[in-house]
């Protein structure tokens, strides 16, 4: 383990925690919640929710489906016919600027504030 | 440029794509198994194999590999992390191990792959996952680097008539 090693060991891990400590610190779990639905780079949908809205809808393109679940202010995609189901091993996201994505549908979903 | 160079150019290439097979079914992000091939080349030959061993790596994976996004995204990830693995390996010679090599290789495929996400998806809230992708490349990095130093004197003492050093 030479020098150079241990710099770039320092680096990544500075940089990483140092994002996550900023993410931390920045969260801000509003009430009223708007969910943003991208599909092949266009905007699709918007679904406002707060925490007691509870839905599962299904986002249906030519390269797929993914069915998204809204339970107690929190988002969650439950099932997709994707290949690597990456996008259902997140799990929930609830926080304003969190986002799932599903690389082989083209499909983005985010939580955003509710300002209007 | 021998024979038997050429020969092994190509195994190596097999091996690559195989352990890329591999890796689609282990479902931990930022491991790039093939940066062990990757690694081995630019240690015993130079950074020309290596590049060639890559390019043949992803014409191999055009054979099994069924979403071009994965395609773009190890594509993107592979250059990039090759150009700075050779970038570090070269400018810091003795003072860095093939373990800091090979953290440098899949810091840069993980930030490569991000980046070819964006571009497929036109979107920056995958750079949401920066943070975790950059720990975890952390810990695949010297995996992989401890796997290829392990392999690396076998390697050499297998293949000693077609290795330039």
Known sequence: ?116 | MNIKKIFLLCIMAGEASLLFFIESYIPIPGLALSNIIILLALYCYSYWEALIILLLKLIISLIFIRTPSILFCSAVGGLLSLYFMNLFKSSFKENISMIGVSLVGSTFQNIGGIIAAIIILQNLSILFYLPIILLSSLFTGLFIGLAAKLTLKKFLKLNQSSVTH
């Open chain 1, 1 to 116: 383990m030479k020098i150079i090693d241990k710099y770039i060991i320092g680096t990544i891990l500075i940089t990483s925690l140092s994002i996550i400590l900023c993410r931390v610190l920045t969260f801000k779990n509003y009430d009223q919640k708007i969910l943003e639905i991208y599909v092949n780079n266009n905007f699709y949908q918007e679904i406002k929710f707060d925490n007691n809205t509870a839905k599962t809808f299904m986002i249906t393109s030519d390269l797929g489906w993914n069915k998204i679940e809204i339970k107690s202010g929190r988002v969650q995609i439950s099932d997709s016919d994707c290949i690597d189901k990456a996008c259902i091993k997140i799990g929930f996201i609830e926080n304003s600027g969190e986002s799932i994505v599903c690389l082989p549908h083209r499909m983005v979903v985010k939580v955003s504030e509710d300002r209007r």
